[in-house]
């Protein structure tokens, strides 16, 4: 299994980034979808997930702000970012997550990102 996360960069306050979230050896569209961020110094938090049924769920701080979204036929996961703070700066991780019908739990994640936001 691979979680390919690309679309970092450095940004001024205001602008938006688009992160993609390419996988490879599972089916996106059975796992929950995550991705989290982590600051220097700071814990790994939950930015936005969605379930298999296409529920979503945000952290926060980004709510109206970030969106998460999926393309079962390219197996991606993306997170638009609008409205981008020097706050959201921190390394973004792609995650997939899922209980099997054997009800074995399976974590996997990606390499992460590095989103930076000047102000």
């Known amino acids: 299994v691979q979680l390919q996360a690309s679309g970092g960069g450095l940004v001024q306050a205001g602008a938006s980034l688009r992160l993609s979230c390419a996988a490879s050896g599972l089916t996106i569209s059975t796992y929950t979808m995550a991705w989290f961020r982590q600051a220097p110094g700071k814990q790994r938090e939950l930015v936005a997930a969605i379930t298999s049924g296409g529920n979503t769920n945000y952290g926060s701080s980004v709510k109206g702000r970030f969106t998460i979204s999926r393309d079962n036929a390219k197996n991606t996961v993306y997170l638009q970012m609008n409205s981008l703070k020097p706050g959201d700066t921190a390394v973004y991780y792609c995650?997939?997550?899922?209980?099997?019908?054997?009800?074995?739990?399976?974590?996997?994640w990606g390499q992460g990102t590095l989103v930076t936001v000047s102000s």
């Open positions: 995650n997939a997550e899922i209980v099997t019908d054997s009800l074995v739990y399976k974590d996997f």
